[in-house]
């Protein structure tokens, strides 16, 4: 078998759970170099954010005592100046709540970008730098990945989100695969990738998310009556608004998603190389299979061992190597006895 085999054996056979504790395992050793730039991306997000909806938020801090009477009134007395006050108030809410969403998830995904290919390689051994990396990962594909993730997951959490697990399910890969170079077709390759594992990605996000899910609900019971007493709705009045009080405020608020920035892309990376050394494993070793009866008769040989045809498997000192997990198979059989994959070819 090549040198390269057992490399790739190493990374393509690993369990879910084992891809889960190899991605914290890179988290933490990967954590100080990531998270300056992801971190930064993360607090110019919230900077950009708060300019944006500044206005709208002092629109609503404005008609909020306004909106909690007519709560508190009988449904039946209701004008329609009331419903007209409380349609505003929810297209306040729901615009601000948008555009909020969607500075974050876009500035999230161009830092996952832009570290991705360095994470790759580092993940694999490869001799890789992180400015280098980095730069290479700044060029015009970034915009279609944004539009695709970005924009797409943000426009479908608003429609209850169902269209963003789709969307995180089949082509989260898109922000490796657009800057790879053996990638000419990047949105169809993330799909390619991400085929039949659409469970598994979307398990990566649910663990990185319910990690920072439960440390920021513990966070919040200690510190929410520190926020509560700091913060001030004049901070919004354009006569006096306070953009760094503002954000102060969303950076402590946040706090706890900015230490764990790194962890999904350190999660995802570790499956997504599993993945792909997966299928680039199966393909070259299976075509041998489903090659005529006439091709078994000729053995691959190395310094230690050869493989047979399935017709002389049962001889002594016979036997097959799996073209999925590269175990030596010594009995005639349909299923690998390792990874339990179905072979190609008639018993």
């Known amino acids: 078998m090549s040198e390269a085999y057992p490399r790739m054996e190493r990374y393509s056979n690993k369990r879910f759970s084992e891809v889960i504790s190899e991605g914290f395992r890179f988290f933490g050793k990967n954590y100080l170099t990531l998270i300056v730039p992801l971190g930064l991306f993360l607090l110019i997000s919230l900077i950009i ?21 007519i709560l508190n009134m009988d449904p039946s007395a209701l004008t329609n100046e009331d419903l007209s006050l409380m349609m505003d108030y929810l297209a306040l809410t729901l615009y601000s709540g948008f555009i909020s969403g969607l500075i974050i998830t876009i500035f ?71 800057n790879s170079d053996d990638s000419n077709q990047p949105v169809k390759d993330a799909r390619e990738i991400a085929r039949k594992s659409f469970w598994k990605i979307i398990g990566v996000f649910v663990v990185s998310n319910l990690i920072i899910a439960i440390i920021d609900f513990f966070f919040h019971l200690l510190i929410d009556d520190f926020l509560i007493q700091f913060y001030k709705t004049s901070w919004f009045n354009p006569s006096s608004r306070n953009y760094g009080m503002i954000i102060l405020y969303d950076l402590i608020y946040y706090i ?37 009866p006439q091709s078994y008769g000729t053995p691959y040989r190395d310094e230690s061992s050869s493989i047979k045809s399935i017709d002389a498997v049962d001889k002594p000192g016979s036997g097959l190597y799996c073209p999925f997990c590269g175990q030596f198979v010594k009995s005639k059989r349909r299923f690998c006895p390792n990874c339990g994959e179905q072979f190609n070819f008639e018993i």
Do not use: H
């Open 256 to 292: 706890v998603d900015f230490i764990f920035a790194p962890l999904f892309i350190c999660l995802l990376t570790s499956l997504y190389v599993s993945l792909k050394t997966r299928k680039e494993s199966v393909v070259p070793y299976q075509t041998s299979y489903t090659q005529t």
């Open 49 to 69: 954010k708060n300019l944006l909806v500044a206005d709208l938020v002092w629109q609503s801090i404005q008609i909020t005592p306004a909106i909690a009477d």
């Open 108 to 178: 999230n995904v161009l830092a996952m970008c832009l570290v991705s290919n360095y994470l790759y390689n580092k993940f694999i051994g490869n001799e890789t730098k992180f400015f280098s990396e980095f730069k290479k990962a700044i060029n015009g594909k970034l915009i279609f990945v944004i539009l695709l993730l970005g924009v797409g997951i943000s426009i479908g959490s608003f429609l209850l989100f169902i269209p963003s697990i789709f969307i995180y399910g089949y082509y989260a890969f898109y922000v490796f695969t657009y």
